[in-house]
């Protein structure tokens, strides 16, 4: 079993910035694989946030409510998935995940949560006022 793992989360003020990131192990191959990130806020569902196919710019996608502020990226070399969160806002609060598609080859387009099959266990992310 494929274990991600995230870091980076933490407590900043509103228009501040964190930058996750998700260590994908060193054994499995990285590339050309559907990776993204997803936050759960308390009560509420999974939502997606962004998603890429590493290790190139197809498929790049994000949440409306999140574009021009987050961005995500990618470097083989070191298998991690990053998260570069800019101006932060109290409604970003939330347990933030790092997801991937086992399935190599296969585009971001179409996939749905169920199609991620590789998970971390979350790294809080509390943005105040």
């Known amino acids: 079993q494929i274990r991600l793992v995230e870091s980076g989360g933490g407590s900043v003020q509103a228009g501040g910035s964190l930058r996750l990131s998700c260590k994908v192990p060193?054994?499995?191959?990285?590339?050309?694989?559907?990776m993204g990130w997803f936050r759960q806020a308390p009560g509420q569902e999974r939502e997606a946030v962004a998603v890429?196919?590493?290790?190139?710019?197809?498929?790049?996608s994000y949440a409306e409510s999140v574009k021009g502020r987050f961005t995500v990226s990618d470097d083989n070399d070191v298998h991690m998935l990053y998260l570069q969160m800019n101006s932060l806002k109290p409604e970003d609060t939330g347990t933030y995940f790092c997801?991937?598609?086992?399935?190599?080859?296969?585009?971001?387009?179409?996939?749905?949560?169920?199609?991620?099959?590789?998970w971390g266990q979350g790294t809080q992310v509390t943005v105040s006022s």
């Open positions: 890429r196919y590493t290790d190139t710019d197809i498929g790049l």
């Open positions: 997801a991937r598609d086992g399935l190599q080859y296969r585009y971001c387009s179409g996939l749905s949560e169920q199609d991620f099959d590789q």
């Open positions: 060193g054994e499995v191959v990285f590339v050309r694989h559907c």
